[in-house]
C-alpha cells in the first residue's frame, strides 16, 4: 500500500507543479503587457513613489462598478427601461442618478426605502419597507437623468443594512434584496462628482480634498485615474495621470495619451481622484469615490456659433428664483448680454418652464441641472468652461443684482433709449486689452424699503432705499484669460498671470444689489448658501461677516422693524428710468409683467 500512495502523491503533486507553472506563465505574461502599456501610459500598479499601491477589486469597483446596476422593468413593453447607477446621500435628501436620457415624470415614480435588521434569535432577518413619493426628477445629460428621494419617515430606525431603490407607481414584486442590500451609497462629504474635457486636460470637482479656501494648493500629492472599459470584455485598465492644479474642490489633470489622442472617445469615461496622505514613513494613497464622467463642452449644452463668439454672456447659479428670472434677464438683455447660462441647484418652482419661456423670446437662455449643494465657486468654474467656447466676456452674478449706469441712462441723446447696450460696450471697449481680463463693478445693497410683500413689478422698481457705502463687487472675465487653477471666490477669479482687473468707477456703473429683501423672500436663504466657503445663516459662525444679515442670528425669525432696516440712502435713479422708458403707457405694466400674464 505504500509504494501506491507514495505514487498517488506524486502525481498529485505534478498536476499541482503543473498548475502553478501556467498561473506563473499566465502571471509573467500579464507583467509584460502592463509594462508595455506603462511606456504609453501610466499605470496605477507603478507609480513612481516610494509609496506603490496595489490595485485591488475594490479599486476597480470604485470605477467600472454602478452603485446599484437595478434595472427596473417597465410594467409595459413599450416603456422605456433605465438602470440606477448611483445614490448620493446629501444632508436633506438621496440623489439617484439613472442611465437615460429620458426625464420621467414625477408621478411615474416612487422611492422604496429597505432595511434588513439583524436578529440573532431569527434565521430570517425581518425587512422593513417604505415607500414615498419622489421629490422631483430631471435630465442631467445626454445619458442620464437624476431623481430625489426624501428621506424616511422619522420611525425608519437607523440600525441594519439599508437601501433606497425605485420603482414605478404601481409595480409589484421585490428585486433582488441580497444584492439591492450590498450597494453602495456614497456620502456627498467626499465624492468626485463631475468632470469636462478641456483641452488636455481634464477638470475634476472633487467633494471632500478639504483644501484651504481661496488658496491654490500643492497639485504634486494628487493623482487623476481613468477607467477604460470593452463593451464586449470583463477585463479593465486603470489609467493614471498627474494633476497639473489644484485648488479648492477643482483638479486639473493630464489626459492618458490614448484619451489625448482620440478626445472623441474621452466622452462618458469614468474618472476620479486620489491623494497621498498618511505620514512620510506609512504614506497611504486614497481613492476618492467617484459618481462622475467625462462630458465635453459641446455636451453640457453649448451651441457654438457659425460667425464668432459673443461679445458678452452671463452666468448665475440659482435655487427657486424662476420668478427673479424674467425681469433679470429681460433688463440685462436691453443692457447687451447676448447669451444666458443658467445652473439650477435644486430648484422646485417650475423655473424650467420659465426658462423656455425666454428662449423661445429670443433670449437665448439655457438651463443646466446642478444638483450639487454648496458648490457654487466649483459651479463657476465649470460655467466659465463652457462659457469660453461661445462667449468673450462673461459675467457672474445673482439674479438680484442689476447693473446700472447713472450718468449714461440720462443722457439726451435725442433719438434712441439711453443706455441701450451700456455693459456690452464697456466690455468691447477693453477686447483688444493686452491686459485687462476682468472688470469690477461696486455694489449697493438696497433693503426692504418699507415693504411687507414682494413688489409686483420687480425688485428695481419696488426696493429703493440702500446703505450708503458700497458692498463687495461683481465681474465680467475674459474665460480665456483665468488661471488654470479655475480659483474664485464668487465674486471674482484669479487671472492668468501678467493680466489684471480694472475698476469702474462708481459714477460710471454700479450694481444694484437687492439683498435684504421683504422678509418673505429674504427668509428662503435660512435653508442653504449655495457658495461653498460661505457659513450658513443657521450656524453661529462670522457673525460680523457682510456674507450675513447685521443682527439677524441664526434663526429664521423676522427680526423687528425688518422692512425698515437697511435704508440709509433713498435711491429711486433705476426705478425712475425704467418707469420713464418701459413702462406701457396704456397699462403701466413693464416688460416683464407682460411676459408673464
Known amino acids: ?77 413599450t416603456a422605456p427601461s433605465y438602470t440606477l447607477q448611483h445614490r448620493i446621500i446629501f444632508p436633506d435628501h438621496h440623489l439617484l442618478i439613472l442611465t437615460t436620457p429620458q426625464q420621467h415624470q414625477q408621478h411615474q415614480l416612487e422611492c422604496v426605502y429597505y432595511t434588513l435588521h439583524p436578529n440573532a434569535s431569527s434565521p430570517a432577518p425581518p425587512l422593513q419597507v417604505q415607500v414615498r413619493p419622489v421629490l422631483s426628477t430631471d435630465s442631467y445629460d445626454e445619458s442620464r437623468s437624476i431623481v430625489r428621494c426624501p428621506f424616511p419617515q422619522t420611525n425608519y430606525t437607523a440600525t441594519g443594512s439599508q437601501t433606497v431603490d425605485l420603482r414605478r407607481r404601481g409595480e409589484v414584486g421585490r428585486r433582488n434584496l441580497g444584492f439591492l442590500l450590498n450597494q453602495t451609497v456614497q456620502s ?29 494648493s500643492d497639485p ?16 479593465a485598465f486603470l489609467l493614471t495621470t498627474r494633476a497639473v492644479s489644484v485648488a479648492q474642490e477643482v483638479v486639473r489633470c493630464m489626459l492618458p495619451q490614448s484619451i489625448k489622442n482620440n478626445p472623441d472617445k474621452a466622452r462618458g469615461i469614468r474618472v476620479t481622484v486620489s491623494y497621498l496622505g498618511g505620514n ?14 467625462v462630458s465635453t463642452p459641446s455636451s453640457s449644452g453649448v451651441q457654438k456659433r457659425k460667425r464668432g463668439k459673443y461679445e458678452l454672456c452671463a452666468c448665475t447659479m440659482v435655487w427657486n428664483q424662476a420668478s427673479a428670472l424674467r425681469e433679470w434677464v429681460m433688463y440685462h438683455a436691453w443692457l447687451g448680454v447676448e447669451r444666458w447660462f443658467i445652473y439650477d441647484n435644486n430648484s422646485d418652482d417650475d423655473i424650467e418652464k420659465v426658462v423656455q419661456e425666454l428662449d423661445l423670446q429670443g433670449f437665448n437662455v439655457s438651463r443646466k441641472s446642478w444638483p450639487w449643494i454648496k458648490t457654487q465657486e466649483a459651479g463657476f468654474s465649470h460655467c466659465a468652461l463652457r462659457a469660453r467656447e461661445e462667449c468673450k466676456w462673461v459675467g457672474f452674478f445673482d439674479v438680484d443684482e442689476f447693473f446700472y449706469f447713472p450718468s449714461e441712462f440720462h443722457l439726451n441723446l435725442g433719438e434712441g433709449v439711453p443706455g441701450e447696450n451700456s455693459l456690452r460696450s464697456v466690455v468691447a471697449n477693453f477686447s483688444s486689452s493686452k491686459s485687462i481680463a476682468e472688470i469690477r463693478t461696486a455694489c449697493h445693497s438696497f433693503g426692504p424699503s418699507g415693504l411687507h410683500s414682494p413688489p409686483k413689478q420687480g425688485v428695481t422698481l419696488g426696493y429703493t432705499c440702500r446703505l450708503q457705502s458700497p458692498e463687495r463687487h461683481k465681474s465680467i472675465v475674459r474665460p480665456d ?16 498671470q501678467g493680466f489684471r482687473y480694472h475698476n469702474m468707477p462708481e459714477g460710471t456703473a454700479i450694481v444694484n444689489h437687492y439683498k435684504y429683501q421683504v422678509w418673505e423672500t429674504f427668509k428662503a436663504k435660512f435653508f442653504r448658501r449655495v457658495a461653498t466657503y460661505v457659513v450658513d445663516w443657521q450656524e453661529d459662525q462670522n457673525k460680523g461677516s457682510k456674507d450675513r444679515a447685521p443682527g439677524l442670528g441664526t434663526e429664521a425669525i423676522e427680526p423687528p422693524n425688518w422692512r425698515l432696516q437697511f435704508c440709509e440712502v433713498w435711491d429711486t435713479g433705476l426705478k425712475d428710468f425704467l418707469l420713464s422708458t418701459f413702462a406701457d403707457p396704456a397699462t403701466g405694466l413693464m416688460p416683464w409683467e407682460r411676459s408673464s400674464l
Open 1 to 77: 500500500m505504500e509504494p501506491e500512495q507514495r505514487r498517488k502523491r506524486k502525481r498529485g503533486v505534478g498536476r499541482h507543479l503543473h498548475i502553478s507553472s501556467r498561473s506563473l506563465f499566465l502571471c509573467f505574461s500579464f507583467v509584460i503587457f502592463l509594462l508595455f502599456l506603462s511606456s504609453h501610459h501610466r499605470i496605477f500598479f507603478f507609480t513612481p513613489s516610494t509609496f506603490r499601491p496595489s490595485l485591488t477589486a475594490s479599486t476597480l469597483s470604485l470605477l467600472y462598478s454602478s452603485a446599484s446596476n437595478s434595472i427596473l422593468d417597465p410594467l409595459h413593453p
Open 188 to 216: 456627498w462629504d467626499r465624492v468626485v462628482y463631475e468632470a469636462i474635457l478641456d483641452g488636455d486636460t481634464v477638470v475634476v470637482f472633487v467633494k471632500g480634498l478639504n483644501l484651504r479656501p481661496h488658496k491654490i
Open 220 to 235: 504634486t500629492r494628487i493623482r487623476c485615474h481613468f477607467g477604460l472599459k470593452s463593451f464586449h470584455q470583463d477585463n
Open 280 to 293: 512620510v514613513r506609512h504614506p497611504v494613497r486614497a481613492l476618492v469615490p467617484s459618481v462622475a464622467r
Open 481 to 496: 484669460l483665468l488661471d488654470i487653477s479655475l480659483l474664485n471666490v464668487v465674486h471674482h477669479f484669479q487671472l492668468r
